[in-house]
């Protein structure tokens, strides 16, 4: 080696590959302003769109009258369901297997339903016209509780299921029924609880909430009637599986159909569905024969695009004298709302709920979730969650702290004595899934000690007794919560949407001077794909980060993949990645031995190039495999260096964290203060630190507001009372703390890299971590039972029925 030749370690720091705090490469766009986003597209004579909604939760739709609104300057057409009729485009399939109307059909089910797609020449105009409409309702008994829906004589809310006594899931109990799920042994269950020394039990409500990205739903539609070829740009987290279904609902030959996601202002489950504006638009595109622009405002996004959680799980836990869990049981009542427009895994209707034993080595265990229909609206999203799964942990985090006090024992203590053993693993749960791997007890004590937990504990005792004795109106909340969530949807053997099994794929693509691209079939919505991805192909294939383009979202150039949500980006797409560049370093291999003139399996792999074994001074680099692919005939191997992988995981991932909260609640005011917050994830194999803290930051951020504030609530009307950015609350710089960020390492072993996904785990961590803080600081003055969300009101609300307000 001579002086000009880097050194082993000089070369691996410049190729910038797995767990290198790479700087996010996308931000140089966004920070200048130079994104390129669903609004930003402009065409030559786009119209707009915009929508007549219902002002009424519940309501028969008697007649519509357009005759002013198309009298207007600018209006081109004011499109009802008697229009998309003929077409067979008045309903369109979800999902979830159910339907759901297009636009109003006969009667409307939520506030904010559809009724009417105005098209004209700018949006103001459509605005304009939307309020010349003139339609008359009759109003219909609204139901918002599920549980109401569901007695004997609650209204018919989907008249067109009357007397259908199946479903997409099974048998339907009642007419405002969808499905019954279940898993697990309800026998075993029941005996082990009715024999259990111990059982606590409570509902626990978590409530509707919503996903509020940046950027609202939008697309624009534009069908060359020419060519018959449709082009549709849009906010969509998943935009093969868009181009499958707008074919399928259109008719519209798929590879006629482009799909093109551009930048997407955050997506965390809300644009994974397919939503009425989508059709309406194609249909106003290929009526008018030019391009049609639908966006949504606030309002909209927040009263009537999918939602999230809704779920009351009344849980049963049974332990023995000493805290040792012996069964556990859940019954979840799920409000799906007008129409079940869930996006989860077809085979499991509830997603994967039945993760909710979390962390813990429970023998036995059944839950059953029944879906049911009320005046809301339809969704049931996976928000910065794997499909239920923070309801899940939700659920089962809280029944630990409800079991912790009916024993009267210390919850950190009580995690740890249940905890599945680091020997256990691979773990086969009481309710059907397989973990993975993992190291609980190391986490728990590393985050333990980290927070001085014992000290805590002790300043809490003095707290509460220098508040008995009138010295502070101040209490302190410890909030411990240890999860386990489950990531990587997922295998085809039992993942699927709408029959489209959930693998996923990765196209690359090496230039003759040594640089890349790679397709994938995700799309980022501030993942930062662009910058991980490319560093998982820099340690596979050899060539710097920093050379190395990542292209998603348009489905005439990238290879068809299920998208992403559900943190399966890197457990999924992120292992095709890594298995797509195996197959180019197999191909370089064959290639470097022809041309260092020896066998292939004389030469081995060294960061970036290949060395003749015991002669390292004669190697190959990868730039020189890849010019000498295109231009030297080697016998028995095609030119250039290309490959492309759809990978199917034979299993999913499960990574795992310790969140513990340290707030403090002022008694007669309800208001809170994180004093400290301590985050430890396990993520498996790390690919870029920096970007992982990211995540944390933004994930730990959407939980404070989903615990301590965050709510789509309704009146008994149907109203929605919190349809703006002033009353959904959305935390400022002034109300997010600062977070501590640490970690432990367990690889996934069937990963090609070991990396298990972390983009969903700070949301689901953290939301029983605040609420069980919440309700921790009053745990010394009796049993709270508080459901979410918990603002100064409800806190104050807790304070009084104890009796602290004095």
Known sequence: M??????RDERIKNLKGLGTSRKRVEDVRFTQGKGNYVDDIKLPGMLFGDFVRSPYGHARVKSINADAAKALPGVVAVLTAADLAPLGLHWMPTLAGDKQMVLADGKVLYQGQEVAFVVAKDRYIAADAVDLVEVEYEELPVVTDPFKALEPDAPVLREDLEGKTEGAHGPRKHHNHIFTWQAGDHDATSAALSEAEVVAEEMIYYHRTHPCPLETCGCVASMDKVN???????????????RTVASLISGIAEHNIRVISPD??????NKVGVYPGYICSVVASIVTGVPVKWVEDRMDNLMTTAFARDYWMKGRIGATKDGRIVALDCHVTADHGGFDACADPTKF???FFHICTGSYDIPVAHCAVEGVYTNKAPGGV???CSFRVTEAAYFIERMIEILAIKLGVDPAELRAKNFIRKDQFPYQSALGWEYDSGDYHTAWEKALKAVDYAGLRKEQAERVEAFKRGETRKLLGIGLTHFTEIVGAGPVKNCDILGLGMFDSCEIRIHPTGSAIARLGTISQG???????AQILASEIGIPADDITIEEGDTDTAPYGLGTYGSRSTPVAGAATAMAGRKIRAKAQMIAAYLLEVHDDDVEWDVDRFVVKGAPERFKTMKEIAFASYNQAIPGIEPGLEAVSYYDPPNMTYPFGAYICVMEIDVDTGQWEIRKFYALDDCGT????????GQVHGGVTEGLAIAMGQEIAYDEMGNVK?????????PTAWETPNYITDFTETPSPHHPIGAKGVGESPNVGSVPCFSNAVQDAFRAFGHVHAHMPHDHWRIWKIANGLGLHG
């Open 2 to 7: 001579n002086d000009q030749t880097p050194s």
């Open 228 to 242: 018959g070829k449709l082009t549709l740009w849009g906010t969509f987290q998943a935009p093969h599986a868009v």
């Open 264 to 269: 997407i202002g955050g997506g965390f489950g």
């Open 349 to 351: 209707p509830a997603g």
């Open 382 to 384: 996976a928000y910065r």
């Open 527 to 533: 993942q930062g794909h662009a910058t991980t991805f």
């Open 686 to 693: 790390r690919i870029n630190p920096m970007v992982i803290e």
């Open 722 to 730: 919190t349809g703006t950015l002033m009353d959904f609350f959305l």
